[in-house]
């Protein structure tokens, strides 16, 4: 008896029947044997120990820190030598859940006291002894009464049994002792752990819940090599000095008081700047490519919403209802807006329109408001009052490539200016599942983000099958200074909300057509892209963003004069420019705008003041020094800020 198999390259193997991913691994080769960790069967991961089905495909998964499904089996069982370790400090531990995620792993704990800092080393010292040995992580199906006897003393793990369906295998992984319910797969044995680091504790209810229990989770992360998890580890240092909230606060830029509510954010003037200059950018770029500038309602009936399909589909993330007593409202109920859409729709329905209207480009720089989960929420990275740079493009089918063509060399420009590297992800129509329009429609609509994309000479990744029932889309992934990557802009197709709201216009064959729609954020939310600025820049922002772009600073009381008419002339010009007469030193006032990370600090001595000349300190530059006239300075500063120059 045989079965047989084939490899990613197209060619097959035949192996004895009962036989396994490593199997086939040793039957190719010694050096693919002792590199391999896990497979892909037919696209899913499982253990190298698993039988294989005849006529599947497989591939096998090679240690590698660059491999994502090689990190994902190396993290999940990171994750359960950790709760090994925690059972031998705190025997009680019960368990909830411990998953791999985009950076490491985490484990959820019911324990009595939280972890401390103390607790955290001594259990990683007791990982050190789980990996020091080679115990296999054993694969079992169980029967559910099995299962309930296993995990008879976990009621967490109870729970989750209850929910696994009647028709699904339940299956438990032991690495002695350490039981675990879990659909695995792991790495061969515990000492493939050998890179990793216990990061931090913090509370997290059971299932994000906040009316379940408070549970206790414990953050690591693993890597195959010493190298990338020292990169890691340092990623991870510069991202606490770079904190945007920390940042945030020693330049004034924002708060976020317990007394006006969580994820609400008041900017203070010096973050106020930046989100100005950011809104007239937008504006301004958006302006020249033909958009035009609406403004609707904050609150709408609920009516509007349920038509949009955010109540049936969204209303856990809506803020509930308001009693409307206006005069013939019939006390309908109304809603904060979670999206723009809806009224972006109304605006297009509200005459009628014809195909030389189109496309259409409506922007608003609106906020949105949702009932963000308070566990979820993060300074200005999550928050319940969202500015979003939206956008909406109604157009024909015809008009989709030359749209999202548009849509691509915006984000381009954005991303240049502020040196920000990205890339693509095109997802394409979900396989299950219902979708709205026809194949052709979708053929046509993905051909047309694929032909923008190529057009644009722009790189891109294919999700196959990620994109939403209503239409493919765009998904923009930029990386920070510190090798972070963030989701961006997205340009997402919309078959959906035209046929909810029934927008027509004429075409040249005088019938009435669907428009496609295209919602496009390109910052996202001002509130996040702000906070991710602040750490890509650690503060340091750009001339032209920078809250303060010059200090004037006089070095005693006989230049404040001849010190406050350079302020007031480079005001004159447009620039935020400052005095700083205050009688501190002038080592103390050039150090506190350093501090501030203000981009020029201009000293003003008494040879300046007499020959109408300033001593330029550039940000970054140390202590040197340069003696200009003002005027040349004046001229150098309006190019710097003019060209959105991100260095002098
Ligand atoms: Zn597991
Ligand atoms: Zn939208």
Redesign the pocket.
Same mark, same amino acid.
């Given at each position: 008896m045989t079965l047989t198999v084939s490899l990613p390259d197209g060619s097959e193997r035949t192996l004895p029947a009962g036989a396994s991913a490593a199997d086939l691994a040793t039957s190719i080769g010694p050096g693919l044997a002792k590199a391999s960790v896990a497979a892909l069967v037919d696209g899913r991961l499982r253990d190298l120990s698993r039988t294989l089905p005849d006529g599947a495909r497989v591939a096998l998964v090679t240690r590698s820190d660059d491999h994502q499904d090689a990190l994902w089996v190396l993290r999940h069982s990171a994750a359960h030598v950790l709760a090994t370790a925690v059972r031998r400090v705190r025997p009680g531990a019960g368990i909830g859940f411990g998953p791999p995620i985009a950076e490491g792993f985490y484990y959820d704990f019911a324990v009595d006291e939280p972890f401390t800092p103390e607790d955290l080393e001594e259990i990683e010292a007791r990982m050190r002894e789980v990996t020091a040995t080679a115990t296999p992580f054993s694969r079992r199906r169980v029967d559910r009464a099995e299962a309930e006897a296993l995990f008879a003393d976990d009621p967490l793990k109870l729970e989750r049994l209850a929910e696994i369906p009647e028709d699904e295998p339940i299956t438990v992984y032991e690495n002695e002792p350490f039981l675990d319910l879990c659909r695995g797969p792991h790495v061969p044995a515990t000492n493939e752990i050998k890179h990793f680091k216990l990061l931090n504790a913090a509370g997290a209810y059971w299932r994000g819940d906040e009316n379940r229990q408070m549970l206790q989770r414990i953050y690591g992360t693993a890597f195959y090599t010493r190298k990338a998890l020292k990169a890691r580890l340092h990623q991870i240092e510069e991202a606490k000095k770079r904190d945007h909230r920390r940042i945030g606060e020693a330049m004034d830029l924002f708060s976020v008081e317990e007394e006006v509510g969580p994820g609400l954010v008041c900017w203070h003037p010096a973050g106020a700047r930046i989100q100005m200059e950011l809104r007239r950018w937008i504006e301004d770029l958006l302006a020249r490519r033909d958009y035009e500038f609406v403004y609707t309602p904050h609150i709408a009936n609920e009516a509007l919403f349920r038509r949009s399909g955010h109540l049936p589909n969204y209303a856990e993330n809506m803020f509930p209802p308001m009693v409307d007593r206006g005069p013939g409202s019939g006390a309908a109920a109304i809603r904060l807006k979670p999206?723009?859409?809806p009224g !972006?729709c109304m605006v297009f329905a509200a005459r009628p329109r014809s195909y030389r209207d189109l496309p259409i480009r409506l922007s608003e720089i609106a906020n949105v408001y949702r009932n963000e989960r308070s566990g979820t929420l993060h300074g200005l990275l999550r928050v319940r009052m969202l500015t979003m740079d =939206?956008g !909406?493009l109604f157009c024909t089918p015809g008009q989709v490539e030359g749209e999202i063509f548009t849509c691509l060399e915006l984000v381009r420009t954005v991303m240049t200016t502020l040196g920000l590297s990205y890339r693509f992800d095109l997802s394409t129509r979900p396989h299950s599942g219902k979708r709205i329009g026809g194949d052709e429609v979708w053929d046509a609509a993905e051909a047309a983000l694929v032909q923008a994309l190529e057009r644009s000479g722009l790189d891109y990744d294919l999700d196959e099958g990620g994109g939403a029932f209503y239409g493919p889309k765009i998904d923009v992934k930029f990386r920070d200074a510190i090798g972070r990557e963030w989701q961006g802009a997205t340009i997402?197709l =919309?078959f959906n909300?035209p046929e909810r709201f029934e927008l027509e216009y004429i075409g040249t064959d005088n019938r009435a057509h669907r428009p496609v729609m295209i !919602?496009r954020?390109i910052l996202g939310t001002i509130e996040r892209f702000t906070g991710v600025l602040t750490e890509h820049f650690a503060g340091a922002f750009p001339l032209w963003l920078a809250p303060v772009q010059v200090r004037v600073l006089p070095i005693s009381d006989a230049q404040q004069d001849a010190a406050d008419s350079v302020r007031d002339a480079l005001r004159e010009a447009g620039i935020r420019a400052e005095t700083d007469a205050r009688s501190e030193t002038l080592g103390y006032r050039i150090r506190d705008g350093e501090l501030k990370k203000t981009p020029y600090l201009l000293i003003v001595g008494q040879r300046e003041a007499n020959e109408g000349s300033v001593a330029v300190r550039a940000r970054g530059a140390e202590k040197k020094q340069i003696v200009m006239t003002a005027g040349e300075f004046l001229a150098r500063v309006t190019d710097e800020r003019d060209s959105r120059a991100l260095a002098p």
């Open positions: 999206m723009n859409c !972006h =939206d !909406h997402q =919309d909300l !919602h954020a």
